[in-house]
């Protein structure tokens, strides 16, 4: 059973910063692409950034050049680092795994978190 349990949301100004974590209960961590998600009220769950198990990277549109994606198999942890954070990023953030791969769809990934709410006031 693979567990996901992240960590670091909070409420923050327009244009400061945040950094997530996500700890991943899994004796192969190496095996598994991550994902980052986020869902506002009222709103669909969104693709923010993902990473495969070698260290490629994608992120939405919406974040690029904002927001970084980073592992650390030592510590079976993926962070997001989010910077110049606007009051549209608020959502509650949700980090995924997956087995084998990654992906910009959540419906690739197989295991979730419970999530963590990052608020961004103006």
């Known amino acids: 059973q693979v567990q996901l349990v992240e960590s670091g949301g909070g409420l923050v100004q327009a244009g400061e910063t945040l950094r997530l974590s996500c700890a991943v209960s899994v004796l192969t961590f190496s095996n598994y692409g991550m994902g980052w998600f986020r869902q506002a009220p009222g709103k669909e769950r969104e693709f923010v950034a993902a990473?495969?198990?070698?260290?490629?990277?994608n992120y939405g549109d919406s974040v690029k050049g904002r927001f970084t994606i980073s592992r650390d198999s030592a510590k079976n942890t993926v962070y997001l680092q989010m910077n110049s954070l606007k009051p549209e990023d608020t959502a509650v953030y949700y980090c995924a795994a997956r087995k084998w791969g990654s992906g910009s769809s959540a419906t690739m990934y197989e295991y979730w978190g419970q999530g963590t709410q990052v608020t961004v006031s103006s």
């Open positions: 990473i495969t198990r070698g260290g490629n990277t």
